[in-house]
């Protein structure tokens, strides 16, 4: 089993998509996906309605998700860490304990050579169209994402 990890600041916004979006793009039983945030503002709380709505427009569930934060056994349990933007990266690099934790995370959009900003957009404070923005902006790179993972580990 190969275990992917998308990391936000919520756990309700960002993460909760990027982790839906791939997972409807590999072998459930070949690939585990998770999402968590690195602030505890939001623990158990289900993904903002907008993630909920914008997901559920391009055909994918996110609504049995619940926020988590990230915790340090979380570099134990996953072969990829993915950020959605550099402050969520240097949070998650804070909590590593050694050379191996640093090297298997990484900024989420570095899968995707086609843009050059690295930032997922947080759209937290935005309306229905941020959301949709950052959707495809994790669409995309999760296509990208899903066909790497399957020429390297399937
Ligand atoms: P996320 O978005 O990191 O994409 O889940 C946010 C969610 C909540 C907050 C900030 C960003 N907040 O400040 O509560």
Redesign the pocket.
Known sequence: MTRILMV?????????LAHGILKSKLPIDRFYIDSA?T?A??IGNLP?SRSIKVAKTHGIDISDQSARQFKVSDFDTFNYIYA?DAS?YNNIISLARNNKDIGNVKLFLEENASISNKNVP???YGDMSDFEHVFNILKSTSQLLSEKLIRNHL
């Open positions: 936000c600041l919520g756990n309700i916004c960002r993460s909760p945030g602030a503002y939001h903002d959605m969520n947080d759209p937290y």
